[in-house]
């Protein structure tokens, strides 16, 4: 089988698991899907290396990259694009209907839920956002409009206090999760 | 495969197409380095290219042509949670793919409609009429790229779209059917003042009218090319309709390649009637409809833009 067709069955297989995965931890489809488009896009440039490997192996290897997309996505507060802008790639805009699709593959509406009460043990800052942006889910633009700050710092104060809830989070996030 | 969300599936046509170009190019390469090899792909090439005649069904996507839409002029951008693909899609005369339509929402609070060829779920252009090379191929329509329509219009006051439109002699692929700004050239109407550019063959001319009449309309009726009356129901909560006709041989005096939109609708749409049981006729064009038929039920004048 050819290198092509093998890697568009890899997407075919993992594609949404990989989303979920991101959306999971996110709790934002957009961003979800823009860390899986650079997930694949890094899996493709070394698909040459890799697609001998059995089905779990390659499987394993594809949320290896997810796991360092995320923990890079976290330490800087933006998403990488670096394979997708080397093979000309353009990330597709998440449409209403995705965003519910998204929402209900990722079983997000408990995983809401559970941040709420997390929530409070924050700082004032941080709780803000993303009370803001994860509970009342409002745009980035909406959230930094009414804290009256810029949007990058809006996005940097979500993605840290994620940060800082991962370790509650991540027992909630991974139960029922596929992965 | 089809993937539920549509995204996916969108990115998916990313990723063929990439895989699809790079593997070519490996085949390339391997022919020119490797001359023995070539024999074995003389053998094995018919096989090769029917394998990749299955997967070749997407091609790159089309772009924004001069520039990007921006966030701080123009329409803004779109607000990508507000992509809405609609339930309507109308037969294409020529048969093939079906035509579709797509609504999203800018950050400048307007309200854009974007018509194209659907294939999939996905709206797109299809690589014909000089468009994409005639590839044949099918080439999805970024949402990004409906804030590049100059016929984005205001919302109303209850953040709703009611608008009608006529995109006239357009190219059957669908590029830039509804004014957006593209990158790439397809054909030229027929009698267009552009005699360098290729010329669109009559019967790939589509003329489109399409809208939305909003929630409280109820049908719809228009003149076919033949004359004979049709009754639709819009569809949706958005009153959503998409006609698609042969464009006629053109006539002196006949405006190319024209789009224009309004608030009610025009011929060849003849009459609408709503949920409070008004019916609007808008059979002849030199005649202002009433009133309530000007500003139709559902829709709430939007306040003035502040100073």
């Given at each position: 089988?050819?290198?092509a067709?093998?890697?568009?069955?890899?997407?075919?297989?993992?594609?949404e698991?990989?989303?979920?995965?991101?959306?999971?931890?996110?709790?934002?489809?957009?961003?979800?899907?823009?860390?899986?488009?650079?997930?694949?896009?890094?899996?493709?440039?070394?698909?040459?290396?890799?697609?001998?490997?059995?089905?779990e192996?390659t499987?394993?290897w594809?949320?290896?990259?997810?796991?360092?997309?995320?923990?890079?996505?976290?330490?800087?507060?933006?998403?990488?694009?670096?394979?997708?802008?080397?093979?000309?790639?353009?990330?597709?805009?998440?449409?209403?209907?995705?965003?519910?699709?998204?929402?209900?593959?990722?079983?997000?509406?408990?995983?809401?839920?559970?941040?709420?009460?997390?929530?409070?043990?924050l700082?004032?800052?941080?709780?803000?956002?993303?009370?803001?942006?994860?509970?009342?889910?409002?745009?980035?633009?909406?959230?930094a409009?009414?804290?009256?700050?810029?949007e990058?710092?809006?996005?940097?104060?979500?993605?840290?206090?994620?940060?800082?809830?991962?370790?509650?989070?991540?027992?909630?996030?991974?139960?029922?999760?596929?992965? | 495969?089809?993937?539920?969300?549509?995204?996916?599936?969108?990115?998916?046509?990313?990723?063929?197409?990439?895989?699809?170009?790079?593997?070519?190019?490996?085949?390339?390469?391997?022919w020119?380095w490797?001359?023995?090899?070539?024999?074995?792909?003389?053998?094995?090439?018919?096989?090769t290219?029917?394998l990749?005649?299955?997967?070749?069904?997407?091609g790159?996507?089309?772009?924004?042509?001069?520039?990007?839409?921006?966030?701080?002029?123009?329409?803004?951008?779109?607000?990508?949670?507000?992509?809405?693909?609609?339930?309507?899609?109308?037969?294409?005369?020529?048969?093939?793919?079906?035509?579709?339509?797509?609504?999203?929402?800018?950050t400048?609070?307007?309200?854009?409609?974007?018509?194209?060829?659907?294939?999939?779920?996905?709206?797109?252009?299809?690589?014909?009429?000089?468009?994409?090379?005639?590839d044949?191929?099918?080439?999805?329509?970024?949402?990004?790229?409906?804030?590049?329509?100059?016929?984005?219009?205001?919302?109303?006051?209850?953040?709703?779209?009611?608008?009608?439109?006529?995109?006239?002699?357009?190219?059957?692929?669908?590029?830039s059917?509804?004014?957006?700004?593209?990158?790439?050239?397809?054909?030229?109407?027929?009698?267009?003042?552009?005699?360098r550019?290729?010329?669109?063959?009559?019967?790939?001319?589509?003329?489109?009218?399409?809208?939305?009449?909003?929630?409280?309309?109820?049908?719809?009726?228009?003149?076919?090319?033949?004359?004979?009356?049709?009754?639709?129901?819009?569809?949706?909560?958005d009153?959503a309709?998409?006609?698609?006709?042969?464009?006629?041989?053109?006539?002196?005096g006949?405006?190319?390649?024209?789009?224009?939109?309004?608030?009610?609708?025009?011929?060849?749409i003849?009459?609408?009637?709503?949920?409070?049981?008004?019916?609007?006729?808008?059979?002849?064009?030199?005649?202002?409809?009433?009133?309530?038929c000007?500003?139709?039920?559902?829709?709430?004048?939007?306040?003035?833009?502040?100073?």
């Amino acid at each position: 089988m050819a290198a092509a067709e093998e890697f568009i069955e890899l997407y075919d297989r993992e594609a949404e698991s990989i989303l979920v995965f991101f959306a999971r931890r996110t709790f934002d489809a957009e961003l979800a899907l823009d860390l899986t488009a650079e997930t694949f896009a890094q899996a493709w440039r070394s698909w040459g290396r890799v697609r001998s490997g059995g089905r779990e192996e390659t499987r394993g290897w594809l949320f290896t990259i997810a796991r360092r997309q995320l923990s890079r996505y976290r330490r800087r507060g933006r998403v990488e694009r670096r394979a997708l802008q080397r093979l000309g790639i353009q990330t597709p805009l998440v449409g209403e209907d995705d965003v519910g699709r998204i929402d209900a593959a990722a079983e997000l509406e408990p995983l809401r839920e559970a941040l709420g009460d997390e929530l409070a043990l924050l700082g004032a800052d941080q709780r803000e956002a993303l009370q803001l942006r994860v509970v009342d889910e409002l745009p980035y633009v909406v959230v930094a409009e009414q804290l009256g700050i810029s949007e990058a710092t809006a996005r940097a104060r979500v993605s840290r206090g994620l940060r800082a809830l991962a370790r509650a989070l991540d027992p909630i996030a991974t139960e029922g999760g596929r992965r | 495969m089809n993937h539920e969300i549509e995204a996916l599936a969108e990115l998916r046509a990313e990723f063929e197409r990439v895989a699809l170009q790079s593997s070519s190019q490996r085949w390339r390469t391997a022919w020119r380095w490797r001359p023995l090899v070539a024999i074995v792909v003389v053998v094995l090439g018919g096989a090769t290219a029917a394998l990749a005649a299955g997967l070749i069904h997407f091609g790159k996507p089309v772009t924004a042509g001069r520039h990007l839409p921006s966030p701080a002029v123009g329409n803004g951008t779109v607000r990508p949670a507000t992509v809405k693909l609609l339930a309507v899609h109308a037969p294409d005369p020529a048969g093939g793919l079906p035509w579709g339509m797509r609504l999203s929402i800018t950050t400048h609070g307007k309200g854009c409609l974007e018509v194209g060829r659907l294939d999939d779920g996905r709206l797109g252009v299809i690589g014909q009429d000089n468009a994409f090379g005639n590839d044949g191929r099918f080439h999805p329509l970024p949402a990004a790229l409906a804030a590049t329509s100059p016929d984005c219009v205001r919302l109303d006051g209850q953040g709703r779209l009611i608008h009608n439109e006529i995109a006239g002699d357009v190219p059957a692929s669908g590029l830039s059917a509804s004014g957006l700004i593209v990158a790439g050239h397809g054909c030229r109407p027929p009698n267009a003042i552009a005699p360098r550019r290729v010329l669109c063959p009559l019967r790939d001319e589509r003329n489109l009218y399409f809208g939305l009449l909003g929630p409280e309309a109820t049908s719809l009726t228009y003149s076919a090319v033949n004359g004979t009356l049709h009754t639709i129901t819009p569809v949706g909560p958005d009153g959503a309709y998409l006609i698609v006709q042969r464009a006629a041989k053109p006539t002196p005096g006949h405006i190319n390649n024209a789009l224009s939109g309004s608030l009610y609708p025009s011929p060849p749409i003849t009459e609408v009637t709503y949920r409070n049981g008004l019916h609007c006729n808008f059979a002849n064009p030199r005649k202002l409809p009433p009133r309530a038929c000007q500003f139709p039920p559902g829709y709430v004048t939007a306040a003035p833009d502040g100073p």
